[in-house]
């Protein structure tokens, strides 16, 4: 059998992915893997995916959005509302898929809706957007309660109190306080097995006629729209689906930890900050690249831990470095000169 | 008459906006680029004037002058030399995006040094304006003396400014830089001392924020430029970025935005209250209240 080059390109990405997982498997049953390390692993795979989500965004649109980490926080909480509703109703493993659908859903529908505004803008006036609407998010839903009781819900954009619960109600989001004690549905492997799945998704797309007409809209707007390409439709769709895959890194996210808020830390502008610096170094456009960046830079801080108060220190000046070295004209010029083309990769 | 206090306290903040944004605004004109570490520098110019004022005794007038007099200084010097060491190898670089990473580079790296220096404790910052203001209507109407020095800087920095950029032969430089940067190198401008005088303006503006904003909110830790750099991004994004009248108008649009719906709406929402102005704002006219409409040529 045949394979083109493209379908071998994609067959080596997942083939890293699950050779990845095999090794920490093996790793994990021999004992080798610290409770630290283990700590690391889904905080991995979900980062990865909503890096593989962003450059759908950032490379294959050629949209910088700044604001991510609102989709991831719309998953998040839809998927954990749900799920803590029907944790005694329904058994865990139907739970847990019907709150991923109901995540990636919830996620897209704000993509999609959020989408008809933004992407009418351009350049850095649709990045600041982006960044705004991902703050309003984060900020509503920390000034958000939902309970329900023997009459139904209740909601209140004030206080618990104002409520209004019957005494054998239960408040489900509590402002800033969150959503406590969601079940821990999403281990090590459900998130190895969504992010091979967002990958499908994506490098499917990326190869399919909608994904040239999306790359055509990238390179020359003006060319595609003049091909015939709606640009719009394929703008909102690649930002939808984007979305989505944002919103199913925030299903595994809510579905690991205890207490989910909407806060600065995971949900902030400087979260979607730190997605898109995984994406750039991972290579604009090269989802495989996205995987291994947002891997390897999630877990060098952590692992830098040792050096305690200098590891942003450190973590900031690889960071410059790395960038200056990466993409100054003046310093590939030098390497081309040094190296001949060795260590240049092609630009698509 | 509270709700002029208010009004009052909103235009004081959004002055203080209004100086950051202009040289968010400035920088992006003339360098194309969104400077994040803009509000880190608010932040180094703050732990300066905290440091100078505290080894020189403070309280006096002139040490008071002194360290900000210092802080501007040595902010305009960093902008520089941030530019020479991390801005200026990657211009002309094949995406934007790569000057945009190291600009978060620089950010993080200012934060943490100043958090290895001084610590992660939130430290109280003397003001640095004593005057206790002024008093309307018998005492009901009081206005603080920071939120009348806040105003007049303001003002005066934006008359300058402006004066500077229409006037003077560097400023009609920036203006041709901005415009094309090719076209401004044939005619003779050197472009790198351009894009170097903007940084130092920039910057020093910055401190100045530092100084107002720590006088009114004394509350002084590494993260303390980060929301207030953004808040000005906005509002520099709001008035039509590049433009230097609609900094001030999107700073003051902002600061009143945020303050009155702190007070009368909800102190949780008021971030989403002015993110939300920005949205609507850029829906209806997509290039900011006075940017220009470039058409695109095919």
New interface residues.
């Given amino acids: 059998m045949r394979i083109d080059k493209k379908t071998k390109d994609n067959l080596i990405t997942y083939g890293i992915v699950v050779a990845a997982f095999l090794l920490i498997q093996v790793l994990a049953s021999t004992g080798h893997l610290s409770s630290h390390m283990k700590g690391l692993l889904v905080p991995m795979t979900y980062y990865a995916i909503i890096a593989v989500a962003l450059n759908l965004c950032?490379g294959i649109l050629g949209e910088?959005s700044i604001g991510h980490c609102g989709f991831m926080c719309i998953g998040a909480f839809t998927s954990a509302f749900f799920s803590k509703l029907t944790e005694e109703t329904l058994p865990g493993g139907l739970r847990f898929f019907l709150a991923f659908v109901i995540g990636i859903g919830f996620a897209a529908l704000f993509g999609f809706l959020i989408g008809i505004?933004v992407l009418?803008?351009?350049g850095?006036?649709l990045?600041?957007?982006t960044?705004?609407?991902g703050?309003?998010i984060k900020?509503?839903l920390?000034?958000f309660y939902i309970g329900y009781d023997s009459k139904g819900f209740h909601f209140s954009?004030?206080s618990q109190m104002d409520l209004g619960l019957e005494p054998d109600g239960d408040t489900v989001i509590n402002?800033?306080m969150g959503i406590m004690g969601t079940p821990h549905d999403a281990g090590f492997t459900v998130g190895i097995i969504v992010l091979l799945i967002s990958l499908m998704v994506v490098l499917n797309l990326i190869n399919s006629r909608d994904g040239r007409a999306i790359m055509a809209i990238r390179d020359n707007y003006?060319a595609a729209e003049a091909s015939g390409i709606n640009v719009t439709r394929y703008k909102m769709m690649a930002f939808t689906i984007s979305a989505a895959i944002a919103g199913a890194a925030g299903v595994i996210y809510s579905h690991n930890i205890t207490t989910l808020t909407a806060s600065s830390q995971y949900f902030g502008?400087?979260a979607s900050?730190m997605i898109?610096?995984y994406v750039?170094?991972g290579g604009?456009g090269n989802i495989r690249g996205s995987v291994i960046a947002a891997c390897i830079l999630y877990l060098l801080p952590e692992l830098l831990r040792g050096l305690n108060?200098?590891r942003?220190?450190i973590?900031?000046?690889v960071?410059?470095v790395m960038?200056?070295v990466?993409?100054?004209?003046?310093?590939i010029e030098w390497r081309k000169r040094t190296f001949g083309n060795l260590g240049i990769k092609k630009?698509i | 008459m509270s709700f002029l206090t208010y009004l009052i306290n909103g235009l004081s903040l959004g002055s203080i906006y209004a100086i950051i944004a202009l040289g968010y605004t400035m920088v992006?004109g003339i360098a194309k680029m969104?400077n994040?570490a803009h509000g880190d520098f608010i932040m180094v110019g703050c732990y300066i004037i905290f440091s100078v004022s505290g080894a020189i005794g403070g309280g006096s007038t002139m040490g008071v002058i002194l360290s900000v007099i210092l802080s501007v200084v040595l902010c305009s010097l960093l902008g520089i030399t941030t530019e020479f060491i991390?801005y200026r190898?990657?211009r002309?670089?094949?995406?934007p995006?790569?000057?945009l990473?190291?600009a978060?580079?620089?950010s993080?790296?200012l934060?943490?040094?100043a958090?290895?220096i001084f610590g992660a404790d939130v430290k109280s910052f003397s003001s640095v304006i004593t005057w206790q203001g002024l008093s309307f209507a018998d005492g009901q109407l009081r206005i603080q003396g920071v939120t009348i020095v806040t105003i007049v800087v303001s003002l005066v920095i934006l008359i300058c400014l402006q004066l500077f950029i229409n006037k003077t032969k560097q400023g009609q430089a920036m203006l041709a830089v901005a415009e094309d940067k090719g076209a401004a190198t044939l005619m003779g401008i050197n472009v790198n001392k351009t894009i170097m005088l903007t940084f130092a303006i920039g910057s020093a503006l910055a401190a100045v924020a530092g100084a107002l904003l720590c006088s009114a909110y004394p509350n002084l830790s590494p993260y303390v430029g980060?929301m207030p750099g953004?808040k000005a991004?906005?509002a520099a994004?709001l008035g039509g970025?590049g433009s230097i009248p609609g900094a001030m108008i999107g700073g003051l649009v902002l600061g009143i935005v945020e303050i009155l719906s702190k007070t009368y709406i909800?102190s949780?929402?008021s971030?989403?209250i002015v993110?939300?102005i920005?949205?609507i704002v850029?829906?209806v006219k997509?290039?900011?209240i006075l940017g220009k409409v470039i058409q695109?040529k095919?």
Avoid: C, H
């Fill in positions: 950032v910088l505004p009418r803008l351009k850095d006036y990045a600041i957007v960044l705004a609407f703050e309003i900020n509503v920390n000034a954009m004030k402002g800033a003006i502008y400087n900050i898109l610096v750039v170094l604009i108060k200098y942003m220190l973590y900031s000046i960071l410059i960038m200056i990466n993409w100054s004209p003046k310093v630009k | 992006y969104l994040f991390a190898p990657l002309g670089a094949a995406s995006l790569a000057v990473i190291t978060i580079g620089v993080y790296l934060e943490n040094v958090l290895l980060a953004i991004f906005v994004v970025i909800s949780q929402l971030d989403a993110f939300g920005l949205v850029l829906i997509p290039t900011g695109e095919v």
